[in-house]
């Protein structure tokens, strides 16, 4: 069974930082992609980054330079490093692959901006 669990959010000021963690079980990892996503509610998902399984990385535009993903092969992991996070960040953070033509969605984790 495939399962995505993020950790790391919480509560931070604008200007600071957060690092989200996806741990995941049940797939190859090295060989999977992985994305993270997030969510304000009422609004529709939407993308934040990507890293391949060869390391390529892409971003949202709205990122500008502020986060960059990454993976860790060993531990079955991928991060999102989070700099001068703004309010306009808060969202529910989620974890994502695709694996085997399915795609996967851990539960997410809650990060908060207050101005």
């Known amino acids: 069974q495939v399962h995505l669990v993020e950790s790391g959010g919480g509560l931070v000021q604008s200007g600071g930082a957060l690092r989200l963690s996806c741990a995941t079980s049940?797939?190859?990892?090295?060989?999977?992609?992985m994305n993270w996503y997030r969510q304000v509610p009422g609004k529709q998902r939407e993308f934040v980054a990507r890293?391949?399984?060869?390391?390529?990385?892409s971003y949202a535009g709205f990122v500008k330079g502020r986060f960059t993903i990454s993976r860790d092969n060993t531990r079955n992991t991928a991060q999102l490093q989070m700099n001068l996070l703004e309010p306009e960040d808060t969202a529910v953070y989620y974890c994502?692959?695709?694996?085997?033509?399915?795609?996967?969605w851990g539960r997410g984790t809650l990060v908060t901006v207050s101005s």
């Open positions: 049940g797939i190859r990892f090295s060989l999977a992609h």
């Open positions: 890293i391949t399984s060869n390391g390529t990385t």
């Open positions: 994502n692959t695709n694996w085997k033509d399915r795609n996967f």
